[in-house]
């Protein structure tokens, strides 16, 4: 381990996305010293580097956020005129400016540009970590560790054991590279889109043409010309999904291409395959826009994901892993930290969207227990975001923007804890969703 430079503080996150800048917000709020390190320049994440947009519902009663600090985010974007609909539709461009402002008004430590490379466990504790900039290698040291990668990055560089993909096969969810075009006039392609009977009833625009089962897509037909003269391949129409900015009437964003065949959504390689043959796809899909789509005869690209889109990868093993089981049947847990409906999504070229199993109760949802973000083999490491502890199919409903800033707070509450001198795997979760109450989170009555 490299000695010249040493950061320290009480809680060190890893990963400035849309978990780890939650979690270092609301370890601040604790009144906790907070490193926040981050390998790209920019806080946000997948939402903003990976232009992830929107942030999905919680399809419950009310859409509880479950996050305090999500609703200070929404707010704030709101009022920038960069979110509506309670943060539903929001720019991600905007995202990062929001998101740095509450981490330095609070004066989070945030190192960018900087990569978690080596991390040290003694006696079931991480006795340090390494992290390389341009400033050449450093020692971070903490007492409490929070691994918000999305890859479980800390684990794996600690040698702790991983899930990875679907339990059958060990393949991970597919991957995509979104993208924006700008330069559409809007109004001409909602008169496009309102003929072929794509209504666009709400202020953002919407539309899609996937393989989900028992749907017709009005844009289907343009997509099989395009198809059949060369203009597109067909896996372009797989999953083809675009969306409204606010704030920015000329622009859209993609969610595609997506890349289904990939095994490995960690592998060096296969990121590298999907930015550049990506970028050949999104150039494909600018041009099929301008020649057969009204409105985008003046478009261009004018955003491409500086991060791959990745839904799964490895996932930690924590005191509690959440199961398909629980997921579809809506168990309630006593240390809930999260509450969602959102159904399983997992990706492919035929979609999976089982809708979740009946309630078995008056309460439609399912709950994200605190023990499944606390790592089973380490006794001061907790993760949070997409990596957490849950089965394939369960990860695939929990992964999305509001539950991932949920499990961020609630791991900060919990590491703050343990730096008070409480044992992390004892850690009270109704107490640790209590102080998130307590500071705004709304959650569904239990
Ligand atoms: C294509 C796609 C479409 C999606 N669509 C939606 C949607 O419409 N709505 C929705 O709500 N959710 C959606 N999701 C899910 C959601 O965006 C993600 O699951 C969620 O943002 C993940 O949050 P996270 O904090 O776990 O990871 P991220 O937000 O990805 O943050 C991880 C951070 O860690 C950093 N990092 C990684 N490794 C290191 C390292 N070694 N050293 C330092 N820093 C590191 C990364 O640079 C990144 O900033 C989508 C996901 C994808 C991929």
Do not use: Q, V
């Given at each position: 381990m490299a000695r010249d430079k040493v950061y320290s503080a009480d809680i060190v996150i890893i990963g400035a996305g849309t978990a780890g800048s939650a979690a270092a917000v609301a370890a601040a709020d604790q009144g906790m010293r907070v490193l926040l390190i981050e390998q790209?320049?920019?806080?946000?994440?997948s939402g903003a580097a990976g232009l992830v947009?929107?942030?999905?519902?919680?399809?419950?009663?009310?859409?509880?956020?479950?996050s305090y600090v999500g609703e200070e985010i929404n707010r704030r974007m709101t009022a920038l005129g960069a979110a509506r609909a309670e943060g539903f539709q929001f720019d991600p461009a905007m995202l990062s400016f929001v998101l740095e402002a509450m981490l330095m008004e609070r004066g989070v430590k945030l190192l960018l540009h900087t990569t978690l490379i080596d991390a040290r466990l003694e006696n079931r504790r991480v006795a340090a970590l390494e992290v390389f900039n341009k400033s050449g290698r450093a020692r971070v040291e903490g007492r409490v560790f929070l691994d918000a990668t999305g890859d479980a990055d800390l684990l794996r560089l600690a040698g702790l054991p991983l899930a990875h993909g679907?339990?059958?096969?060990?393949k991970n969810q597919p991957v995509s590279l979104r993208y924006v075009v700008s330069g559409v006039d809007e109004a001409a392609f909602r008169a496009f889109l309102n003929e072929r009977g794509e209504a666009q009833t709400g202020e953002a625009l919407y539309g899609a043409v996937t393989t989900a089962p028992g749907r017709v897509w009005p844009l289907s037909s343009v997509f099989e010309e395009a198809i059949a003269a060369g203009?597109?391949?067909?896996?372009?129409?797989v999953y083809w999904q675009f969306f409204g900015l606010p704030g920015r009437p000329d622009s859209i964003a993609f969610n595609c291409p997506e890349f289904f065949d990939l095994h490995d959504a960690d592998d060096a390689e296969n990121l590298t395959y999907v930015q550049l043959q990506g970028k050949q796809a999104i150039l494909r899909q600018l041009l099929f826009y301008r020649k057969y789509l009204p409105g985008f005869q003046r478009a261009y690209v004018s955003a491409v994901a500086s991060m791959v889109g990745v839904r799964e990868s490895r996932r930690a093993v924590t005191d509690y892993v959440v199961t398909a089981e629980d997921l579809l049947a809506r168990r309630k847990f006593d240390d809930a930290i999260a509450q969602s409906n959102y159904p399983v999504d997992v990706h492919g070229r035929k979609l999976n969207h089982p809708e979740n199993a009946a309630a078995p109760d008056s309460a439609p949802w399912f709950e994200v227990p605190l023990r499944a973000l606390i790592v089973r083999d380490a006794d001061n490491l907790l993760v949070a975001g997409?990596?957490?502890?849950?089965e394939f199919i369960a990860q695939s409903a929990i992964r999305i923007i509001p539950t991932c800033r949920a499990m961020g707070e609630a791991a900060a509450i919990a590491a703050a804890r343990a730096c008070r001198g409480e044992d992390l795997h004892r850690v009270d979760g109704s107490a640790v969703r209590g102080e998130m109450i307590r500071r705004g989170a709304r959650f569904a009555p239990r």
């Open positions: 790209s320049g920019a806080a946000g994440g947009t929107p942030m999905m519902t919680t399809r419950m009663p009310g859409n509880p956020s479950c679907d339990e059958d096969t060990g203009d597109l391949t067909p896996d372009d129409a997409r990596n957490l502890g849950a």
